[in-house]
């Protein structure tokens, strides 16, 4: 890997960790933030569900861009966008106003994944290593989001946590912006089709997986404090610490993936194992109590996080490099948009039924994916076909 590899890679990890930092402060703030404007769980969710949604959403249209007008600015504007989304919902006065800050927070942020991850591709040969390294560093951020503001809020409250978090993004911004890009021209003008069928496929189980991340994600930071603490203050910071414990064990998840698909594993397979396993973990938290919770919990965040790296690198075999930014708008649209309903979901199930009982709905929903994923393995499972990017073919420089 030489200079120009390394400074697209190390900036967009940075700013893969710091855009799940800012998405997950929410979750991690959750009980500070429904105590001052004494809202219940489903108008959380619904919150969660507006600014995931667009999180989602909008990365179809950044997709788009990033085809015609290349990524560096764009990777700047979502962390400038999301740091002064975050210094308004510091300040603002109503959960209304608080919404609606978190909404553009959600539109700034979706930029990310269709720009960050088409760069990496262009500049990059893609590989299990290079992706998991990626998703290593945006899980080091979904891990660190909960004792990070977890911590802050139980210092200072939730307005300056949201308040200080948005200063690294600035200062990454200016980074971003130094950043190389390809050739756009060359870009548009490579050779290659869509493989339809293999990549409707991976978008419908994209569906179902994103609603688990978004209802896990949301909720598990005050599950933790609710089952360990009776204190309001001293049970977010648990409940932070404990979830940022939790998730860590994602990025054993996406170096395993990484080195398996390597290895020479079929991603295919790689990202069933991943969805399958994560049913009997989901549905033994709801039912288990006391030190175990914690144990099952880094179950579901080890599979769960074992699809990310695979999935990332499917997007780059099912589609050409003129529509790289597009096939990664797609993907991303359908995990963090369509699956934002996850947040709703389990809110309704919580208020209904207890919030244990999300887990084990959560593992309803992934019923459907994983027979997707099968469908997936078993008609690209027996042939591996090496990705052919700008970065390989002559003439398409940085």
């Known amino acids: 890997m030489n200079g120009t590899q390394r400074q697209v890679l190390l900036t967009t990890c940075l700013t893969h960790g710091l855009i799940h930092v800012y998405e997950l402060s929410v979750p991690a703030l959750l009980i500070l933030i429904q105590s001052e404007f004494g809202a219940g769980d489903f108008s959380m969710g619904r919150v969660v569900a507006l600014y995931g949604a667009l999180f989602g959403i909008g990365a179809l249209p950044a997709g788009y861009l990033v085809d015609r007008f290349g990524a560096r600015v764009l990777l700047t504007g979502c962390l400038w966008g999301a740091s002064l989304a975050l210094i308004g919902m510091a300040i603002s006065p109503s959960l209304f106003w608080f919404a609606m800050c978190a909404a553009v927070m959600g539109a700034s942020l979706s930029t990310y994944h269709p720009a960050g991850t088409a760069l990496i591709t262009h500049a990059i040969p893609p590989s299990g290593r290079v992706f998991a390294l990626h998703g290593m560093a945006g899980n080091t951020g979904v891990a660190a989001a909960s004792v990070i503001a977890g911590s802050l809020g139980a210092l200072f409250g939730w307005r300056w946590a949201l308040g200080l978090l948005a200063v690294p993004g600035f200062v990454v911004g200016l980074r971003a912006l130094s950043l190389p890009q390809p050739s756009t021209h060359d870009t548009r003008s490579s050779n290659g089709a869509v493989r339809w069928l293999p990549l409707v496929l991976l978008l419908a189980s994209a569906i179902c997986m994103g609603m688990v991340y978004r209802g896990l994600t949301t909720f598990l930071p005050k599950f933790f404090a609710t089952s360990y603490s009776d204190d309001?203050?001293?049970?977010?910071?648990?409940?932070?610490?404990?979830?940022?414990?939790?998730?860590?064990?994602?990025?054993?998840?996406?170096?395993?993936?990484?080195?398996?698909?390597?290895?020479?594993?079929?991603?295919?397979?790689?990202?069933?194992?991943?969805?399958?396993?994560?049913?009997p973990f989901l549905l033994s938290i709801g039912y288990a109590g006391g030190k175990v919770l914690v144990p099952l919990a880094m179950g579901v965040a080890f599979f769960h996080f074992l699809t990310q790296p695979v999935g990332n690198q499917m997007v780059a075999e099912f589609t050409p490099p003129r529509l790289r930014g597009l096939g990664y708008g797609l993907y991303f649209f359908m995990t963090f948009g369509a699956g934002a309903a996850g947040a709703v979901f389990a809110g309704w199930v919580s208020e209904r039924v207890g919030l244990a009982r999300t887990f084990p709905a959560l593992a309803g929903v992934l019923v459907p994916a994983v027979v997707a994923m099968i469908l997936l393995a078993l008609l690209t499972g027996r042939k591996r076909e090496r990705v052919v990017t700008p970065a390989d073919e002559p003439g398409i420089t940085l």
């Open 232 to 279: 309001l203050t001293s049970g977010a910071a648990l409940g932070g610490a404990l979830t940022t414990a939790t998730l860590i064990v994602g990025l054993i998840g996406m170096y395993t993936a990484g080195r398996i698909a390597d290895a020479g594993v079929s991603p295919a397979w790689v990202f069933l194992a991943g969805g399958a396993f994560q049913i």
